[in-house]
T-cell receptor
Framework: EAQVTQNPRYLITVTGKKLTVTCSQN?????MSWYRQDPGLGLRQIYY???????DKGDVPEGYKVSRKEKRNFPLILESPSPNQTSLYFC????????????FGNGTRLTVT | KQEVTQIPAALSVPEGENLVLNCSFT??????LQWFRQDPGKGLTSLLL?????REQTSGRLNASLDKSSGRSTLYIAASQPGDSATYLC????????????FGKGTKLSVIP
């Protein structure tokens, strides 16, 4: 089954403790991206990647890192999480940006205390 | 900077009604526009993608139109059903060379049996 898989689904952590949210897709997609969704603010793009070793900033990249060492994986790294990063995070992928729809994962709900 | 607005924020209709959801954007230099559906606690599901050169796309009871010059798109849902209840989001991708995606805050639709 074609899918985007995020792990974990739920994560509670403390300020400053490094964490990684994994994202993997099995559709051989070139394009992958990360979003956060907050009440009243909607979905905002954090980072995106056009292909292996190619990443770029979205609208809200501060406090986040990404890497794209393999085509199928696009982990999101929070090196020193803070409470304002408490949010619902989504990973998405598509085969050709602009010409095919985005496929989303089911989300990761992160709480930073 | 691209801004995307969706009106209304919430809509409640009786089953069987035809309805229209609206999306407007400030920068008409878009590459494409997508409509998504989001169910509570779930990720987004792509409904329709309209390339900048297209005027509309149809899938089943859904029809989406795009008027780039006026910065507007509409999603038409025919013969609404309770299963259509969800939040509908539109997203625009800015021009070729930039792969940033900007989302509206969504319209929460309730279809009453």
């Amino acid at each position: 089954e074609a899918q985007v898989t995020q792990n974990p689904r739920y994560l509670i952590t403390v300020t400053g403790k490094k964490l990684t949210v994994t994202c993997s897709q099995n559709m051989n997609h070139e394009y992958m991206s990360w979003y956060r969704q907050d009440p009243g603010l909607g979905l905002r793009q954090i980072y995106y990647s056009m292909n292996v070793e190619v990443t770029d900033k979205g609208d809200v990249p501060e406090g986040y890192k990404v890497s794209r060492k393999e085509k199928r994986n696009f982990p999101l790294i929070l090196e020193s999480p803070s409470p304002n990063q408490t949010s619902l995070y989504f990973c998405a992928s598509s085969s050709r940006t602009g010409r095919s729809p985005l496929h989303f994962g089911n989300g990761t709900r992160l709480t930073v205390t | 900077k691209q801004e995307v607005t969706q009106i209304p924020a919430a809509l409640s209709v009786p089953e069987g009604e035809n309805l229209v959801l609206n999306c407007s954007f400030t920068d008409s230099a878009i590459y494409n526009l997508q409509w998504f559906r989001q169910d509570p606690g779930k990720g987004l599901t792509s409904l329709l993608l309209i390339q900048s050169s297209q005027r509309e796309q149809t899938s089943g009871r859904l029809n989406a139109s795009l008027d780039k010059s006026s910065g507007r798109s509409t999603l038409y849902i025919a013969a609404s059903q309770p299963g259509d209840s969800a939040t509908y989001l539109c997203a625009v991708q800015t021009g070729a060379g930039s792969y940033q995606l900007t989302f509206g805050k969504g319209t929460k639709l309730s279809v009453i049996p």
